[in-house]
């Protein structure tokens, strides 16, 4: 993992220092609200509807046993026993008093974390593959960029009052976990057919009311040249986007309001302008961060482990899991695993202090001390040997985090909704709750496939609802809470932005119609198909129809 | 019919703390139903310049009316739905029981909250 030298501890010393001076002359009426809350929000801390909300980040979603036990004494200390893990790899704290925030970001410069650039205008947290470094498809790893970019998009004097919000997401992999068709600027790093190693470089892709996916600006951009590159793409935003609209501020409006074509010509010019030679220095310091990334010394081990087939034999319930919950490894003898943070009836993606420490114990017994956040909302150990896995299995289980469900119809992914969000129209975390009591039995699950239902509590789509295959918009409609369903979302490779199915639903309906939806799909599918399959041979009218049956 | 006149409350958040308050006869509290209601727009626009000069004066944060009905017992409850979730004090889906800050508001803020008379 990357460590802090002494400017990042200097400079997030300082900030935290800033912001406490900032929060006295606050309570000492020195500033009012209107000058305050920009300051707040450079450091993360919203206003929300039952109290303030602090968003902490978390680079890349990388956090090592003792980042999570500190997260874990925050949430115990200054919150109400629990935190929530975001769609961003963030983790939101709900409870905490304005008074607290200044020793909370000390609490998290102590182990290098901070809520720095997670509001605002600005480069927000850059975002990564969750299994940066250990997918068995991975082509090169993607945290030593986004390490390079978050270290480049800090305090950026030039960026720190864009249009809009920007977001930034990396992948090495031919599959994309990290959703980088719906970023401001997506990068998939690769090597091309004379080895050498650059990116395909997306922008202009977004969720929120105005989906769109990115055009290519680039088939291929050396890696010596990305800052250049990015830079000018940065450049032609600050300068062309709209800032009379908040709601059309966003580079996905300036890309498709001018076409890619002139969009691409603009960032080009940009490019040749950008006077002076970077390629050594960011070659160099690329080759500096990649230093802390290098993977670890695998045991030289079996592809097969006997060990985890008689376990599997023995124990059913650990077979579902370890069968749910583990992904391909580019180490032979290991695994990637899923720890669910989507227990049956829970609030997706919450965790409590005790659950924290545990996965931070299992982190620290069977994944090298390591650990992941997804945008599914779900904690990820990067290492873990197969020989091994039962006894991990065992202790998450034990922990009550033994639940198999990954990319399953219970892995709802959820934003906070009107649960807690000021801006949110409905709730959204009941309505997953639902899903996960409806669609409980395991066998079930299994039998229904891996598919994702996305729930946003507003168009803002923290939820990521216009990605799933089964997206729930919650909406106000004539003073009650309605969800509009979306179908043939997908967040992947292949993106797709999931098309509206009709009028909505009630909150007591909602989960009645999915129902009927699934109940159609087992009916209707062949041998081995997923839903995406099936929706797309049926095609979205057909199942329309089967959420609408009998409504 | 004479239109009936429209009932509201006014609330706004914490400063030091973050939750929400309403503004009542005694001062801001947590407790919704001890609210100041004001019946009309003339008297609605007078509770929530109150509000605002309690917010001049740093004590809370965000202040907005609310449209209320009165229950069986005479106390204001909101009629929009994201109000009713808003004086829960908590998300809907933990247990309904009193908070401990319903309970027990604590001594500072108590203490810092100046009374405001309409």
């Known amino acids: ?8 501890y200097r400079f997030v010393r300082e900030r935290v220092s800033q912001f406490r001076g900032q929060v006295e002359r606050r309570l000492t009426g020195a500033l009012n609200e209107e000058e305050f809350k920009p300051l707040r929000l450079m450091n993360g801390l919203y206003l929300q509807l039952h109290a303030y909300m602090l968003r902490v980040a978390i680079p890349y979603g990388t956090l090592s046993s003792r980042q999570m036990r500190q997260l874990a004494q925050i949430a115990e200390v200054y919150d109400r026993g629990y935190g929530h893990f975001t769609t961003r790899q963030n983790i939101q704290y709900n409870w905490p008093k304005l008074k607290d925030v200044p020793d909370i970001l000390d609490m998290l410069a102590d182990v290098e974390m901070h809520a720095i650039q997670t509001s605002g205008n600005c480069i927000r947290n850059v975002t990564a593959d969750p299994y940066g470094g250990v997918a068995a498809d991975e082509i090169a790893d993607p945290r030593p960029t986004a390490e390079l970019l978050r270290q480049w998009s800090s305090n950026h004097p030039e960026f720190s009052f864009l249009p809009r919000k920007f977001k930034v997401a990396v992948t090495g992999a031919r599959a994309d976990r990290a959703v980088i068709k719906f970023h401001d600027i997506g990068l998939r ?5 004379s080895g050498q190693r650059g990116y395909e470089v997306w922008a202009g892709g977004g969720l929120g009311r105005t989906p769109m996916i990115a055009i290519k600006m680039r088939d291929f951009v050396p890696e010596a040249e990305l800052l250049r590159y990015v830079e000018a793409i940065m450049r032609v935003y600050n300068a062309e986007g709209r800032r009379d609209n908040k709601y059309k501020a966003r580079i996905k409006i300036l890309v498709h309001e001018q076409g890619g074509e002139q969009f691409r010509a603009l960032v080009e010019e940009e490019f040749y302008r950008i006077a002076g030679d970077e390629a050594a220095p960011v070659e160099k310091e690329l080759r500096r961060i990649e230093s802390f990334f290098q993977p670890p010394a695998h045991p030289d081990l079996p592809e097969d482990s006997h060990a985890l087939a008689g376990a599997m034999l023995r124990h059913p319930e650990f077979a579902r899991w370890a069968r749910v919950n583990t992904r391909a490894h580019k180490a032979a003898g290991h695994v990637i695993a899923v720890i669910s943070l989507k227990p049956t ?13 545990s996965m931070a114990d299992a982190a620290d017994a069977f994944s090298l001390g390591e650990l992941r956040v997804s945008a599914e909302q ?19 289980d034990a922990a009550g985090l033994g639940i198999a469900n990954a990319e399953m119809i219970s892995d709802v992914v959820a934003c906070p909704g009107l649960d807690y969000c000021a801006l949110a129209t409905a709730r959204s975390i009941p309505i997953a709750q639902e899903i ?3 669609f409980a039995e395991p066998s079930l699950q299994e039998k229904i496939g891996p ?3 996305k729930i946003s509590g507003c168009i803002n789509a923290c939820g990521h609802h216009h990605v ?4 729930i918009l919650g909406l106000e409609k004539t003073g009650a809470e309605a969800y509009q369903i979306t179908l043939g979302g997908d967040p992947s490779e292949t993106a797709a932005i999931g098309e509206r199915s009709g009028p909505g639903f009630p909150a007591d309906g909602v989960v009645d119609a999915i129902e009927r939806l699934i109940h159609f799909y087992l009916g209707r599918r062949s041998d081995g198909e997923t839903f995406k399959q099936t929706y797309h041979r049926l095609g979205h009218d057909l199942m329309k129809e089967a959420l609408y049956a009998a409504h | ?43 609605a626009t007078d509770l929530e310049a109150a509000g605002r000069s309690d917010e001049d004066a740093n004590l809370v944060v965000g202040v907005y009316l609310v449209d209320v009905e009165l229950d069986a017992s005479g106390d204001p409850q909101p009629t929009h739905y994201r109000e009713k979730l808003r004086v829960r004090a908590r998300p809907s889906f933990w247990p309904d029981e009193p908070s401990p800050m319903r309970l027990a508001p604590s001594a500072r803020f108590s203490a810092e909250v100046s009374h405001v008379s309409l």
Request: proline share 3%.
């Open chain 1, 1 to 8: 993992m990357y460590r802090y030298d002494d400017f990042d």
């Open chain 1, 189 to 193: 790093l690769f090597e091309n057919a």
């Open chain 1, 345 to 357: 009836g829970g609030a997706p993606g919450d965790a409590t202090a005790d659950e924290m420490r």
């Open chain 1, 378 to 396: 779900n904690i990820v150990l990067p290492y873990v040997r197969k020989d091994e896995l039962f006894a991990l299995w065992q202790a998450l």
């Open chain 1, 436 to 438: 996960t009591e409806r």
């Open chain 1, 451 to 453: 598919i994702r239902i």
């Open chain 1, 468 to 471: 799933g295959d089964i997206g």
């Open chain 2, 1 to 43: 019919m004479a239109k009936k006149s429209k009932l509201q409350i006014v609330t706004a958040n914490h400063l030091l703390e973050g939750h929400s308050v309403f503004l009542s006869d005694a001062g801001w509290t947590p407790e919704h139903w001890r609210a100041r209601v004001a019946l009309g727009a003339e008297q």
